[in-house]
Structures are given as C-alpha cells and as structure tokens.
C-alpha cells in the first residue's frame, strides 16, 4: 500500500520550455503532498507544500512564479517549472502524507523526476 | 526553523561490522526522526524512524537512538553487508500541523567486501 507514482521519470528538453511533472497516490488520498528538488550529491531540499484545494506554501528563497504548483484533487498534485533554464536540472521528488493520518507518519515518496535543460 | 546536521559524510566500513552515523537537529518542539536509504537515482526509502517519546528502537540489523535532552539521534547498522552501500539521511518533523521533514546532508555509507 502507499503507492506514489511520479511522472515523467525522465525529461529533456531545450531552455525555455516548461516543463509538468505529476505526483499521485495511486491506493490512497493525499491531503498534503511535498515536492522536494534534489542536486547531484546533495540532500533533498523541501521546495513547497501542496495542500488540496488551497494554495500551496512555498520555502524561503524558492519562486513561486517559476514554480507552479496544482494540488486539485486528493490523488494528484502537479510541479509546472515555467521557462526553465540549465540552472533547473536537478532531480524533483515528490512525496505523500495520507489523509486524515495523525502527526508523526512516514511521507510516502514518488521515484523522482530527472529534469535536463539544455 | 529547523536545522539538521549528519556526520560524517563519507563512511567505509568493511564488510560484517558496524557502521554508526549521526545527526544534531536544533527545534527542540521536532518529534519524529526518520532515517532513509537512498540508492543511486533511486526514491527514498524509510528503514527506520522514530518518535520522541522513546529513546531506541530497533529493527533486526538496524537500530536508532535518539537523545531529546542533547538534541542528537543516531543509525546504528551492524553485521553490515555490501548491499548496505548507499546514501543515508536522517531527518527531523516537528509535527502537529507542521509536517515537513527536514534532512541531514547525507552520508555515503561504503560496505568494503
């Protein structure tokens, strides 16, 4: 159970273009969904918190017209990276709180998006 | 906010000992410390976590300690086999409305056949 599935798991594309990355629960509803970003040998940095229905909150120093965030239903929450430019590539993961669970539970993960612009 | 530090960053242990890391966070209100083992490409994946109202919890090879008074927990991986090798983080949730995890810088845990 907790099945979070990420998609695309891999993209490239030219400097520019924006790029869609969607995260879903696929066996449970999500209310809060994380979308983290993480660089080659680095820790993952938590980016925004995606709530249903509500507007997402966004971590000091992270664009939040760069990087658009759609939380629309219980199952599915979206990371639009407009005009993305070399300095985006990274790998984007994004995980999972189940609805209605008490504090203190374990985030379930996608298996990430790798985001190359050229 | 919160702050967490992971030492050391490198770690090469020879095959069937034990390998030990550790990690300081600094909000004292964090409650749930969970540890995760990454392999290259690869998600996050939880091998153990736990909560501030317990000191040590153990799962066969893996064992974490946490001290609440010094601000400080740790992974204790013992018996260690090649497929161990991997990046290891912890991470530290203050919970109660404030569910976002913050991580450690990762170790590189390196099991020496």
């Known amino acids: 159970g907790a099945v979070v599935s990420q998609h695309p798991s891999w993209v490239i594309c030219k400097s520019g273009t924006s790029v869609k990355i969607e995260c879903r629960s696929l066996?449970?509803?999500?209310?809060?969904m994380f979308w983290y970003r993480q660089f080659p040998k680095q820790s993952l940095m938590l980016m925004a918190t995606?709530?249903?229905?509500?507007?997402?909150?966004?971590e000091q120093g992270v664009e939040k017209d760069k990087f658009l965030i759609n939380h629309a239903s219980l199952t599915l929450s979206t990371l639009t990276v407009t005009s993305a430019h070399p300095e985006d590539s990274s790998f984007y993961i994004c995980?999972?709180?189940?609805?209605?669970?008490?504090?203190?539970?374990?985030?379930?993960f996608g298996d990430g998006t790798r985001l190359s612009i050229l | 906010g919160e702050n967490v530090e992971q030492h050391p960053s490198t770690l090469s242990v020879q095959e069937g000992d034990s390998a030990v890391i550790k990690c300081t966070y600094s909000?004292?209100?964090?409650?749930?410390f969970p540890w995760y083992k990454q392999e290259l490409g690869k998600r996050p994946q939880l091998i153990i976590d736990?909560?501030?109202?317990?000191g040590e919890k153990k799962d066969q090879r893996i064992a974490v300690t946490l001290n609440k008074t010094a601000k400080h927990f740790s992974l204790h991986i013992t018996e260690t086999q090649p497929e161990d090798s991997a990046v290891y983080f912890c991470?530290?949730?203050?919970?109660?409305?404030?569910?976002?995890?913050?991580f450690g810088t990762g170790t590189r845990l390196t099991i020496i056949p």
């Open positions: 991470a530290a949730e203050t919970g109660f409305g404030n569910e976002k995890l913050t």
């Open positions: 995980s999972a709180l189940t609805a209605g669970q008490y504090s203190n539970q374990p985030q379930h």
């Open positions: 995606s709530n249903e229905g509500s507007k997402a909150t966004y």
């Open positions: 909000d004292s209100a964090s409650n749930y």
């Open positions: 736990i909560r501030s109202n317990v």
């Open positions: 066996d449970f509803q999500a209310t809060t």
